[in-house]
């Protein structure tokens, strides 16, 4: 909070991200009413994927059905836009986004970390050129808001089930989770 403070008198313009687990769940509405009064341009609101050191930790596992609901939170989204908020359909997440470890290793995301597609010294544009964007309509995706939604997390979607299948906390979000 300190540092959030510093930054904003400062004049830049900050964003903040939360993640959704089971011991904060009713501090979302006061979080969104202590960063608008504080001027943050951005908040982003997601539940972590369920993978490296969350696996043993599962106090702060959080399933679709619960998780999804505070999905609802957050603002703003100019800082981080991804296609859909930059008018660009037919593809979904990660479209914009190339991830450099802090060892080199280049991949789509830093969830991907472990399937790297090169390292930094192959240079940035070899790397962004092996990363293929997937295309909305090769996935399993067939609810009325995969235009907004994009199919969720593809990493969320694969540790749930399948590459290209749903991302159940997106689901449970736009309320279809048993559909
Ligand atoms: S709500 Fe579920 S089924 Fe619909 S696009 Fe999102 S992840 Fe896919």
Known sequence: MKALAIALDSGLEVSVATMVHPKNLKD?????????????KEWTVDVPCITGRLER??????????????LKYGYGGGLHAGASQRGVDSFACGLYLMAV????????????????????????????????PIR??????????????????RYRAEILDDPRGKDLYKCSFFGIINK
């Open 136 to 153: 909305l309509d090769e996935l399993a995706c067939d609810c009325e808001y995969i235009e907004s939604c994009r199919g969720g997390c």
């Open 28 to 40: 979302f509405d006061e979080m969104e009413k202590l960063f608008q009064n504080m001027g943050v």
């Open 57 to 70: 930790n599962v106090e702060f596992q959080i399933s679709p059905e619960i998780g999804g609901r505070y």
């Open 101 to 132: 470890m802090a060892d080199g290793r280049v991949a789509k995301c830093t969830f991907y970390a472990d399937s790297a597609v090169g390292r930094i010294e192959e240079g940035l544009r070899e790397c962004w050129q092996r990363i293929k």
